[in-house]
């Protein structure tokens, strides 16, 4: 019982020793992974990524799930962009940028939360109808000639070779860290994703909490779309295309259960970092970046699996102890 | 099974599948009034390879989504078979129709290895198929570095008898994916609707505990249902390939919304049960009419096509949830055909 | 009666009054009244499906009822949602403990206050000294006990500074000590004000920790007042649906023929069987024969019963069924072997409910050639489901219909037929008649005596005592996952059942 309580405690902290130990695996093939340049890369170029899966694990967390942030990421991106590019001030591009979190996000909720339809299909729909929009708002074509201060931002650099993105977005995430473990609606989030009836029996609003998430998740992946833009400083219609599947896999590989109710948003942040550095990785063991799909494939599917089956063995062998201690305490009175 | 005609022909009437089935007759009606040119049989059956991949996995998802799982990960099967085609054929110097047989292996296994962990280590389906998507899109591309041919090209030059596949018309008219996709209905609805094999996969959708409490091992139902799934996306693949006349890595990649979209479409109940192999069809029949109609007739550009697809997923699930919801049965009673009422009610 | 009704509800702090609540077409609730003073036990007990968990559920505003009021300290309020009855100081220990697996016990105890956590843990420091409890706030709810569940469940309560506490048979699922520690503790809240609900289905549960008694039967409470007024007989009989007495009668006049057992050879034996939550079980059944399996929920029974149907892991011994050794087979195989279980829990492990009739029917059929080699034959299907329809007079409108709009006791006779299908040589009913109406129970009754005179063994699992009475040839009391005591046809009495059951004879203390 001790074990398994002990490893519960420290989901994220495995996570953690996973991203240290593929870091000193690497850099025991290629010692030049391991200057302070290039691992600060790995976090500096993960920007996006850790912004998405933060903004997915408020969903995950309360059992649900959104497939429509890469389309959210894609459609804010080119919303900013192109007012950027055609003169607006940045304050108004990054608030339209927002705004298209809000509203998606909204969208997204009421389906799910309100409305209750299965997240999965409700958010594959508004996928399809956020994609579709990026090809409307931008008529097919590419945005491009972003402005220069816009897309040096990205570059900017806060302490050493630490980017002002990455640093902000830490602090960010660390923030929203606190919010969610420390306050009391922030606790509803896991809360309502580790036993929804029982969360509504003591008061909390189970649907309220889902909506919120869902509308944290838009405007987090509103975000990402922003900070994408500045990096790429170009805007294809299909711009953020698969990402909703690398924030889940992040979301995952960095401990959070996809049942709901279990793992932290620095959990998700680590993931994002093991995620978006696999290519990275591949190149410094002389691997083509072609086996980057086959890795993130097996290790998701090899975190959830044994996730999964340690989970069902410890659930099953709670109950056979439940059960053997019922029948065992008439042996135990026999002898007194 | 006593119902008198009349009754059966009532109860045809008001169920989902007649309803896909004006909606298909509404499409005709639209699209033909607004361009004559749709309604061209040489047109409209061409349009046929662009919808057909979506039509054939499609039948056989709905397996999936019967059993309460989802599979996200055919269109990288799509994808994985149709290299494997390639290089086996053009690399390993075989026959076409043995590599036409090692893809088909290859994806059953990829269905088999999903399945074994969605059913025998109760890992979710939608995380099972996401990591199966990046590892089979990963494996196509690594299949496709053996080939001597850059990936980003394709392989092409296949024979004619394969050509054929995609090229044979019935009666100089009727394209042979038309007869392919209907004779995979034909069988997809015996063996869904009148097999034991079938009943079994519904049950098992309704409720596995009490499935098993029957003596039907639940879980073998379902790797069985991704292991159908994996070989229909080979024959997509398969299909695919031979009217491209190329074998790519990544011809399936943007399949997943459309495929679910039928599926949903077709009546089939998200959290498992319910579903219809006809109404799957008829679903996809739609969705690729629609996607053919609108830009033919209507000049809507075709980037834009998702659009009216995930409008129609959150149109019908949207009204599916109304209608469940007891207050708006009661106010619409009566109004709504029975088909929905009876999908919604769980 | 009106005039009592309003002297009773002057003090009360929470008072029902003529609450009526239907789902479809199915009436739960037909105008209930009840009260709850202060520092009184009122003791709820009543079947499954008479409506009580029904009625928890509207005082804790997570349904709405159809017709009627609450009154809280004498005033009218709306329990439109859980929050408000919480406020209202109303809180429930629901059956099954709903904590948050993966939360500490403090955090779960603490989750959804307005308080700062600080503040709240002195609280609950303090509120733990003074009901003289001891645990650790730091564990986390999945690895606590039930009984250490609903010791946090009441501590959510207490908190709370809940007025009135609704404990939804608690001790379903506790064993013997964690019973006596609920009641002492219970004892506590009682002397401190607490009005209290206390649903029940064991009477002697009853006797030991209520002031109250009322008894609810198919919608309507049939008994209400001090406990002091009623004695154990009374209740039993308060239980029993009126034209149930009449009907006992009747049959237990028409069969009386003992079986000769010097003729007969046991169709199934078990020897030393052990398992998961029960060991050394030693038993024969004879063909014709209803061996009644009585004891209290969580002694082991169902374990027993779904380990010999292959769906738990056999520990030791043997099972063997006509002289074949089924020991261990997968469930299919026990199923061919001629063994087939009603399971306790028909809408989690019996029925199809989005199925139609037939495919709930021939469900355990599947595997037999006479529904068709590869295609399913719909002739035969049809004709099977007909033959029990009509048998077991099965109320419905085509075989079309879906199991899950039919009443609870035509589920129940659909899971017993899918049961009978497979021509089983015994067949173990697990709770049989648990929540279904009268008028379905005599039809269950007829069908079991049908079955004996085919010639079909029984064991009939049942934690309804006057049940095992007038059905049981033979009968074992199962306690704490052994068999305590068995006794002969002249031998079953309430009495000897009960205490066998609880653990008062055979070599155990009295509960009492």
Redo the contacts between chains.
């Keep these: ?1 001790n074990t ?2 002990k490893i ?1 405690k420290i989901r994220e902290m495995t996570s953690f020793l996973f991203l240290i130990a593929l870091f000193a695996g690497v850099g025991m093939v290629n010692s030049s992974f391991l200057s302070p340049t290039s691992l600060l890369n790995c976090f500096n170029d993960s920007v996006v990524f850790t912004l998405l899966a933060v903004g997915i694990a408020f969903v995950i967390l309360t059992g649900e799930i959104d497939v429509s942030i890469g389309a959210i990421l894609g459609l804010s991106a080119a919303v900013t962009s192109t007012l950027l590019r055609n003169g607006s001030s940045w304050a108004v591009a990054f608030l339209a940028g927002v705004m298209v979190g809000v509203v998606t996000g909204v969208i997204n909720g009421f389906g799910v939360a309100v409305l209750n339809i299965p997240s999965l299909i409700f958010t594959l729909g508004t996928m399809g109808l956020f994609r579709g929009m990026i090809y409307v708002y931008t008529g097919g074509a590419w945005v491009e000639n972003l402005p220069a201060p816009f897309t040096m931002l990205s570059k900017a650099k806060l302490v050493g070779d630490l980017t002002a993105f990455y640093a902000v977005v830490l602090a960010f995430v660390i923030l929203a860290h606190y919010i969610l473990t420390k306050t ?1 609606r922030g ?2 989030f ?2 309502v994703g ?2 929804a ?9 189970t649907v309220n909490t889902k909506f919120v998430s869902y509308v944290l998740c838009g405007v987090f992946s509103a975000v990402a779309g922003i900070l994408y833009s500045s990096r790429i400083g170009f805007i294809t219609p299909t711009a953020g295309n698969g990402y909703e599947m690398k924030a889940i896999a992040a979301c995952v590989l960095g401990g959070i259960s996809l049942t709901g ?2 793992g932290s948003l620095i959990g998700a942040s680590i993931g994002a970092v093991i995620m978006s550095s696999v290519s990275r990785i591949l190149v410094f063991l002389g691997f083509s970046s072609d086996y980057d799909n086959t890795i993130t494939g097996i290790l998701l599917i090899v975190i959830v699996v044994v996730d999964a089956v340690s989970q069902n063995r410890a659930a099953v062998k ?3 102890m ?9 042996k135990g ?2 002898q007194k | ?1 006593k ?1 008198s005609p009349l009754e059966s022909l009532k109860r045809g009437v008001k169920s989902w599948e007649f309803a896909l089935l004006m909606i298909l007759f509404l499409e005709f009606v639209i699209f033909g009034a607004k361009n004559s040119k749709f309604l061209n049989p040489n047109i409209l059956l061409g349009s046929v390879n662009d919808i057909i991949s979506i039509c054939i996995i499609s039948l056989f998802v709905t397996f999936v989504m019967i059993t309460g799982g989802i599979d996200i990960q055919a269109g990288a099967i799509v994808g994985f078979t149709s290299i494997i085609v390639g290089v086996v054929w053009q690399d390993g110097g075989l026959n076409i129709w043995a590599a036409c047989l090692i893809a088909v292996i290859a994806a059953a296994l990829c269905g088999a290895l999903s399945g074994f962990f969605v059913a025998y280590c109760n890992v979710q389906p939608m995380v099972v198929t996401l990591g199966g998507g990046f590892l089979y899109s990963g494996l196509a591309l690594l299949v496709a570095k053996l080939s001597a041919t850059e990936s980003y090209k394709g392989i092409s030059g296949f024979p004619d008898s394969f050509r054929q596949i995609s090229q044979f018309k019935l009666f100089g008219v009727i394209p042979e994916q038309v007869i392919i996709f209907a004779v995979l209905t034909v069988i997809a609805y ?1 063996l869904l609707h ?7 996969v ?2 098992v959708g ?2 596995p ?9 639940s879980r073998l139902v379902i790797m069985s249902t991704y292991v159908l799934s994996g070989i229909s996306a080979a024959i997509a693949g398969i299909v695919l390939t031979s009217y491209l006349d190329t074998a790519k890595s990544d011809i399936g990649a943007t399949f997943t919304l459309q495929i679910i979209t039928a599926v949903v479409l077709g009546g089939t ?1 998200s959290t498992g ?2 579903g219809n192999v006809i109404g799957t069809a008829l679903a996809a029949l739609v969705i690729g009419i629609l996607r053919f109609g609108l830009p033919l007739c209507f000049k809507i550009n075709t980037q834009y096509l998702d659009i009216p697809v995930g409008l129609l997923l959150l149109i019908v699930i949207t009204a599916r949830s109304l209608a469940g919801n007891s207050k708006v049965v009661r106010f619409m009673n009566g109004v709504m055909p029975r088909g929905w009422g ?1 999908t919604a ?2 | 009666m009106a005039e009592s009704q309003k002297k009773f509800s002057d003090q009360a702090i929470i008072s029902v009054r003529g609450i009526h609540k239907a789902f479809g077409l199915n009436n739960v609730l037909k105008g209930i009244d009840l009260n709850v003073n202060s520092g009184e036990v009122v003791a709820l007990i009543g079947g499954n499906g008479a409506g009580k968990s029904t009625l928890m559920k509207i005082i ?1 505003g ?1 349904h709405q009822p159809d017709r009627g009021e609450i009154y809280v300290d004498g005033e009218k309020v709306n329990l439109t ?3 408000v009855a ?2 209202k100081g109303i809180y ?1 220990i ?1 059956q099954e403990p ?6 500490t016990v403090e ?1 779960n105890i603490i ?4 308080e700062k956590a600080a503040d709240l843990h002195v609280r609950l420091v303090n509120q733990m000294k003074e009901i003289g409890w001891d645990l650790d706030l730091n ?2 709810a ?2 606590l ?2 009984a250490e569940q609903t010791l946090v469940e009441i501590l ?1 309560g207490l908190l709370r500074n809940s007025r009135v506490l609704i404990f939804d048979e608690p001790t379903s699922a506790l ?3 964690e019973v006596e520690s609920l009641f002492k503790c219970i004892a506590t809240l009682k002397a401190r004000g607490i009005g209290i609900i206390y649903i029940t289905h064991r009477l002697t549960e009853v006797f030991d920790i209520a002031t109250h008694v009322a008894i609810m039967c198919d919608g309507v409470i049939t008994l209400n007042g001090p406990v002091g007024d009623f004695t154990r007989e009374m209740l039993v009989k308060g239980l029993l649906p009126p034209n149930m007495a009449e009907q006992n009668e009747k049959r237990q006049t028409a069969e009386r023929a003992e079986l000769d057992y010097q003729k007969l050879k046991p169709v199934f034996e078990l020897k030393s069987f052990s398992g ?4 050394n079980i030693n038993l024969e059944i004879y063909p014709g024969e209803i061996l009644g399996v009585a004891g209290v929920v ?3 029974r169902t ?1 027993l019963a779904t380990t010999i ?1 292959g ?1 738990d892991k056999v520990l030791g011994g043997s099972a063997i069924l006509d002289g074949r050794d089924i020991t261990g087979l997968p ?2 195989k ?3 072997a001629g063994i087939n ?1 009603v ?1 306790e829990d028909r809408h ?8 139609d009739i037939a ?1 709930n029917t021939t ?2 059929m ?2 037999d050639s006479s ?2 080699k ?3 034959n ?1 002739k035969a299907e ?1 004709e099977l489901t007909r033959k029990y329809v009509d048998d077991f007079r099965i109320k419905i409108t ?2 079309d219909q ?1 199991t ?1 709009s039919l009443s609870g006791g035509n589920q129940q006779k659909i899971v017993i037929a ?1 049961a009978l299908s497979t021509q089983p040589k015994l067949i173990i009913l697990d709770e049989p008649t648990r929540g279904i109406d009268a008028a379905a129970r005599g039809d269950v009754y007829t069908i079991i005596h049908q079955l004996k005179e085919q010639g079909v063994a029984i064991m009939l699992i049942s934690s309804d005592i006057e049940e095992i009475i007038e059905l049981a040839d033979r009968a074992v009391a199962v ?4 068999i305590n005591l068995e006794f002969n046809k002249k031998e079953i009495n309430q009495d000897n059942l009960m205490a066998a059951a609880f653990g008062v004879t055979g ?3 009295a509960e009492v």
């Design positions: 019982m398994v309580k519960l009391r606790k509803y896991i809360a580790d036993n009836a029982g969360a509504t029996l003591i008061g909390i609003p109710g279990l709670n109950r056979h439940r059960l053997a201690a019922r029948a065992q305490s008439k009175d026999d | 099974m119902n015996l009148k097999t034991k094999y079938g009943r079994k519904f049950l309704v409720n505990r009490a499935a098993e409490y029957s003596g039907i091992n109940l049960g319910k009876k009610a769980h | 804790m997570i949602k859980p929050s919480l406020s429930m629901p709903m904590l948050f697996p993966n939360m955090e989750a959804g206050f307005r564990r986390k999945n690895s006990s039930i959510r064993t013997f000590d998961y939550g029960f060991s969580g002694a082991g374990e149907f769906m469930t299919k026990v199923l061919e279980y399971p989690l492990l019996g029925l199809f409910k989005i199925s495919a469900s355990a599947l595997s529904m068709g590869m295609f399913l719909g049809y085509g075989q879906l899950g899918r306690y704490q996952g052994h070599g155990r203390k």
